[in-house]
């Protein structure tokens, strides 16, 4: 199983940003979707999950208005777009993945992409 992050970047604030996390070796049907955020000397913080039904949960205040998760379960994707960019989005995103797990805890994921660097800039 490997999940690959990718589709950050520098964006000055208010701009706009989509991850993608790319999955192999399982089916999206099966497993929840996370992605993590954790920034220099800061805890890592769930930011939104998708479930292997499709529901979707914002885990961070913030994310709720400005952030939207989906997936394409033929290509084994699951997208974050990120609107209205803050500096304080700042931080490593991380995608992660669980046949079991549907919640906040990032210990209790399983699966890790190898993370994918959002900095936030004028």
């Known amino acids: 199983v490997q999940l690959q992050a990718s589709g950050g970047g520098l964006v000055q604030p208010g701009g706009s940003l989509r991850l993608s996390c790319e999955a192999s070796?399982?089916?999206?049907?099966?497993?929840?979707i996370a992605w993590f955020r954790q920034a220099p000397g800061k805890e890592r913080e769930g930011v939104s999950l998708?479930?292997?039904?499709?529901?979707?949960?914002y885990l961070l205040d913030s994310a709720k208005a400005r952030f939207t998760i989906s997936r394409d379960t033929a290509k084994k994707t699951v997208y974050l777009q990120m609107n209205s960019l803050k500096p304080e989005d700042t931080a490593i995103y991380y995608c992660?993945?669980?046949?079991?797990?549907?919640?906040?805890?990032?210990?209790?994921?399983?699966?890790w992409g190898q993370g994918t660097q959002v900095t936030v800039s004028s």
């Open positions: 992660a993945g669980d046949g079991y797990y549907s919640g906040s805890r990032w210990q209790n994921y399983v699966y």
């Open positions: 070796g399982l089916t999206l049907d099966y497993v929840t």
């Open positions: 998708i479930s292997s039904s499709g529901g979707s949960r």
